[in-house]
Nanobody
């Protein structure tokens, strides 16, 4: 099994920044993809950004140029730096770990962008 521990999130003013972290532990295989997804009220969960253990990165068009995903393979931790936040970024953000054997979700962390 894989366990995920998320941190970060909170309330921020429009234009502000937040940083999310997600640490994985357990049955970690070297080849994996970690990433962030979000779900706003009344909407489906959507991709925000992912990064593979090899360093390949994918962003949703809506966050390109504002969000930066990174990872520390030694710590099996993924980070999401969110800048220039907009009210439409308000959602519960979920960390995901995907490998050949596991597809695991974090418990979610609330991000609220509001004045």
């Amino acid at each position: 099994q894989v366990q995920l521990v998320e941190s970060g999130g909170g309330l921020v003013l429009p234009g502000g920044s937040l940083r999310l972290s997600c640490a994985a532990s357990g049955s970690i295989f070297s080849r994996n993809t970690m990433g962030w997804y979000r779900q706003a009220p009344g909407k489906q969960r959507e991709l925000v950004a992912t990064v593979t253990s090899g360093g390949e990165i994918n962003y949703a068009d809506s966050v390109k140029g504002r969000f930066t995903i990174s990872r520390d393979n030694a710590k099996v931790t993924v980070y999401l730096q969110m800048n220039s936040l907009k009210p439409e970024d308000t959602a519960v953000y979920y960390c995901n770990f995907n490998s050949r054997y596991y597809d695991t979700w974090g418990q979610g962390t609330q991000v609220t962008v509001s004045s």
